[in-house]
């Protein structure tokens, strides 16, 4: 687990990290995932912005929900206590899923949205290959098989559909299992998305500037998600990087970077 500062909240409390000075950048984690996996984001580009990561409640060294919650006003709560003046907005996955709804809700809080391999709130998955997985992880859950749960989670968010375990590079593999074991053995369960907007009806209402990044082989559902922001949010680009499956940044740290730097320093 990384060890970092915290911020109570009325029903528990979030955990995060804070480096450099400089335009704040604020980092949000995968499902199932910790800010574990942005050490070499949060390690860049805190040479010259103020970065922080954070754990979503659920994971890591966060608390779990207590009751009724939202992920899009636990992260309002962290930019207020921290004093966080229009942050630019990464997130992975579930992260850029939450940063969606919060830009319906906070619509002038943030510079910019780094959406890598987004959800978005409403939507529902379809692609064979997540189906499937999702289901013979459902399976093995009820048999109380734990190992065959992680090796689902892995193929599905890790390797993706156009990769065999082998294809990946064993750092990274290595590196999201760590973060997957680590949650189970801190007793935290399933990622709950929380209270949220129902984003994917709402597309054309989000403003504020948006990067959308995809790997090549990722899900055609997170295309599909990544399709509609493109199409739909007045301000919104796509990049589209080769050779990375869900995990953009950790497949290919040096493109990720290389789109992070140039969409911060876009005004």
């Known amino acids: 687990m990384v060890m970092g500062e915290r911020i109570e909240l009325a029903d528990g409390h979030l955990s995060y990290d804070e480096r450099g000075e400089g335009p704040p950048v604020v980092f949000l984690h995968a499902g199932g995932m910790t800010r ?143 973060m997957l074991v680590d949650n189970f053995s801190q007793g935290h369960g399933a990622p709950d998305p929380g209270a949220e907007l129902g984003a994917i009806d709402r597309v054309s209402e989000i403003g504020t500037r948006a990067l959308v990044v995809t790997g090549d082989l990722d899900s055609n559902d997170i295309f599909a998600v990544a399709d509609l922001v493109e199409r739909e949010a007045p301000h919104a680009r796509r990049a589209r990087v080769p050779g990375a499956a869900h995990m953009v940044n950790l497949d290919r740290p040096d493109r990720f970077g290389a789109l992070l730097e140039e969409f911060l320093a876009t005004p």
């Open 36 to 178: 574990a996996m942005w050490e070499e984001q949060f390690t860049r580009f805190a040479r010259d912005h103020r970065v922080i990561r954070y754990d979503a409640r659920g994971a890591g060294g966060s608390s779990d929900p207590s009751g009724p919650f939202s992920h899009r006003e636990d992260l309002e709560k962290l930019l207020d206590t921290l004093a966080v003046e229009r942050p630019v907005l990464v997130g992975c996955s579930l992260g850029s899923r939450v940063l969606l709804d919060f830009a319906l809700a906070q619509p002038d809080r943030a510079a910019g949205l780094f959406l890598s391999s987004p959800g978005i709130s409403g939507m529902e998955f379809k692609d064979p290959y997540v189906l499937g997985l999702l289901a013979e992880a459902g399976a093995a859950a009820q048999a109380g098989d734990g190992a065959a749960v992680l090796e689902c989670v892995l193929r599905l968010w890790v390797d993706g559909p156009h990769r065999a375990p082998t294809d990946v590079d064993p750092v990274v593999r290595a590196l999201c299992r760590d």
